[in-house]
């Protein structure tokens, strides 16, 4: 099981990306069509004072139920681990452990 600091920290980046998606798409596209020199630099500037976390890429996937961040299943948005345990009870509709 994950901290609750780690846990608490993804949410808190997760707000912040957020906060800021439009104002960073809005700036990165001035960067990249500005004609004028000048607007392009101040643009770059506005973007870097953005807080970094605010940045997707910051953000890192984890277990919706225990917050682990390996092993990580996006389509289920668990842990392979709770995966593997939740299928074994049955709770995951559709899916069955394999036979042959």
């Not at 910051?58 to 939740?86: D, W």
Request: hydrophobic share 45%; proline share 5%; glycine share 4%.
């Amino acid at each position: 099981m994950a901290k609750e600091s780690m846990k608490a920290r993804e949410v808190k980046r997760a707000k912040l990306v957020a906060k800021y998606a439009a104002k960073r798409a809005a700036l990165k596209k001035i960067i990249a069509t500005a004609e004028d020199p000048m607007d392009a630099y101040e643009a770059a500037r506005s973007l870097q004072a953005i807080p970094a976390n605010a940045n997707p890429i910051r953000l890192h996937n984890r277990c919706k139920i225990t917050g682990r961040p390996r092993g990580f299943m996006r389509q289920f948005g668990l842990s392979r681990i709770q995966f593997r345990e939740m299928a074994s009870a049955g709770l995951i509709p559709g899916v069955k452990k394999a036979s042959w």
